[in-house]
């Protein structure tokens, strides 16, 4: 494959690689979420001994992290091309390293480093040790070996590869600003990444920091929560999996309104948690009942299959 | 025989700040467990990069030497029957060390004759206990974050890949954390992938310097320091080098090469401190100054591979650079949309303690302590107000939440931003002075107010609800915080009680404080014990600062100068004489039993010269020092006792002080009474222990 010239080039190169390495290619989860850890392809795979490697595309949204589009690399939705691996192999790194080469990238030229980022996420009760990884200083990816999920010990590991796309675009394409990429080259022209999202920053941003109705998205909450629990109840944990997630995109709107103040944050922080757990637990079971399917699957990531 | 020892552990990129320490403590346990099982050896070498972990020790004993081995049986009395056969205690013995009873010999003591077991025990060849010693060695590291991989159930900082354990030139074959040990280390990740076969544990270093790893981690340090010093030179810079930094980066590179990379000027319109913290926490930076001290914008980054094209890898990092600044760009920005003062109301919500309120509930007990320092502290009392309500509320901006260590700073600059009083800003800036023990102090007495009453109100309220720091606890750094009041107030000349000043942060906590116990009653001494250690690490001996705490032991700007007309005072020749002519009034009046409030001396009592003089003398400088104490003249004072030094001698050498005569004895008691408190008014000088 040549090098790729634009965005939606890398994403097909990493799907196309990572197809390759034996992952199931899923589709974005169509919810609002933070981070490709949400997807139950990584949160609820990631429990229990089934072996699993998947790779997708998830968009995700930091209400927080919105500029308005001013700033040149942060913005409030981005991609994460996220891969997961279960158990990690040991040539994990490896082969992370491999697809991007696969992009064009030459660790003999640009400067790659795993520096140390231990990954936490209070409202999954998930934790897990890794790295983000460097390229001449700029975090394109973050690499972690899970430890915890939903409160349970992951036996095994799941390795789970979170590539920055807009920044590992910004950074092959030779871009300073993100929105100046080229989204795709069309015998019409050049569409950029700011033609398709720059109009998304400047409103979301307005939308998230200045008018997102703090009161019902209280009581957004409170329902999503009350009916996650309900959920659990009926030993029903993928739909009360979809509640937990709306409950926790409606916390971080509310946090970009200062809505919660420090103590109140904990406190919320804890009642997704307790979600979370009941949930993870609740999957367990099921995937117990189910007499774990995917506990015999033969790892195949590594072998090539074409 | 002797051989060298080497083992390396190779693992994915180990935690920055696990590198040294776990190859520091790795070689701390091998030595110990070498000495446990009586090897001798040489020198021990540490070897660190982020990929490996290396222990190379020379010349160690290659087998333990025999020993006599010496077992006492039962007593020999009534062990062999009349059949021959030996007594049950006897047989079981002779099994017990694995022999029959006619191996066993005898020893005579004076006691009698015993059965015992003697032999040489051949000593173990180290190759054979090299993989418990490992094993163990491993299985003991403090590890902050164990992890699994894989399937495995083995745990470490990172995924182990491959160890190396060579005793001399042969391979010591064992497990290690999952992998096999054998001779196959591996080079630099991109330029040397390939693995590397280690000869000889003397070979490691440089063949690992071929593979393009500098294993050694000091010398890679030394390298990085070179390297960022001299790159800075060469543009006529001065590279901002924090030692913390420095170790930083070396735990994270393996071949290390310093490139200059530049930024915006446009961004030095943002307070430097930022700026330094965006290029130093996020960036592991070093940022640089020009000859003035003035930021410059350029920096320089350490990067971990001799690329083949270097501007790739610096105009990368200039892109990250720019969005780093940009984004503190954006906070200053953005902060300075609303007034400071403005941030105010939201310290409501931030909770400052569990049990101690909200950081508002905090800055209004700051405020009312504040006022008790004003008249003490000659401070203006509208600057005194404001500087409180505007304390915390630069904790409640986007740069602050940012970079939590430019607390205080951005107040600052924001204060000066809003017109707020110079004086005002520069003791916002100042509030957390001092941040550590060496730390510089804050120089106005606003800043010095601010500090004292922020620090007096956390450990006031923490031993209150009983959080007095207990061995190596101390969540909320009261001991860091205990000794900047230390310090504090050693510079503050009003007559300030550390006691009242604990009074007075108990009163303005008032009832809103629920004390678990009497612990509040333990922050005065645990304030002058880290007194006592700070003046000890001065290096002012601790029965000096005895001495003067027996006298004064509340006014620290009283402690302090008394301490240092004392170390004055011991330098003189007549110092040892009279130390120890206190010591000698202190028993003989002890002894006496006499009451001392006492101490008018009768000069018609008084019969021999020594003791005349003596008196004269004393009078002489009883009248000098008279009114210098309320001046706190404590050198002078200290001097003039100097004078006594002969007429003392001389009465001890010629007055008999218990003479029969009981009016005579009586009134040379209270003239010994007398010279006590003159000789002890200013520090119990016969504490001291001085030699001539």
Redesign the interface.
Known sequence: MTKPSTFQDIILTLQQFWATQGCALLQPLDMEVGAGTFHPATFLRAIGPESWSAAYVQPSRRPTDG?YG?????VQHYYQFQVVLK????DI?EKYLDSLRALGV???????????D?WESPTLGAW??G?EVW????EVSQFT?F?QVGGMP????T?ELTYGLERLA??ILGF?SMFDMPWCKSAQGVVTYGDVFHQNEVEMSAYNFEHANVEALFKQFDYCEAEAQKLVDLQLPLPAYEMVIKASHAFNLLDAR?AI????RQRYILRVRQLSRAVALAYYQAREALGFPLKHISHSVGRNIE | MSNDLLFELGSEELPSGAVWPLVDELANRLTASLAKATLQHGKVYRYASPRRLAVLIHDVQATQASQQLSRRGPACAGTIDSQGQPSKALAGFAKSCGVTVAELTTIKTEKGEWWAYEAMMPGVNTTDLLPSMINEAIAGLSIAKPMRWGRGEVEFARPVHWAVLLFGEQVVTTEVLGVTTGRQSVGHRFHHPQAVDIVSPRAYEALLKDAFVVADFKMRRQMIIDQVQQLAKQHGFDAVMPEALIDEVTSIVEWPQALLADFEPAFLDVPAEALIAAMQIHQKCFALRDHEGKLVPHFITVANIQSSNPQQVISGNEKVMRARLSDAAFFYRQDKKQPLIDYAPATANVVFQARLGSLQDKTLRMQALMNYLVHPLALESAQALRVTELSKCDLMTGMVGEFPELQGLMGCYYARHDGEDEAVAQALNEQYLPRFAADALPQSNLGIALSLVDRLDTLVGNFAIGQKPTGMKDPFKLRRHALAVVRLLIGVPAAMNLSTLIDETLHVYGSSLKQTGNEVSQLQPFILERMQSFYQGQGVAAELVQAVRARQDDWLFDIDKRINALLEFIKLPEAVSLSAACKRVNNILQQAGMPTENQTVEQDLLEEPAEKILFNQLQAVEEQVASRYSAGDYGMILSQLASLRDPVDAFFDHVMVMADNQAIKNNRLRLLARLQRLLQGVADISLLQLSS
């Open positions: 500029r001013e700033n040149p690399n942060r158990p990690s192999p040991l790194q030459d660790p003999l030229v640009d400067d790659i480093r795993f520096v140390e231990n897990g040790l790295w390229q001449n200083g700029m070996y430890q992951c036996k095994p590991v390795g910004m950074f300073d200062h103040s420090v103590t109140e």
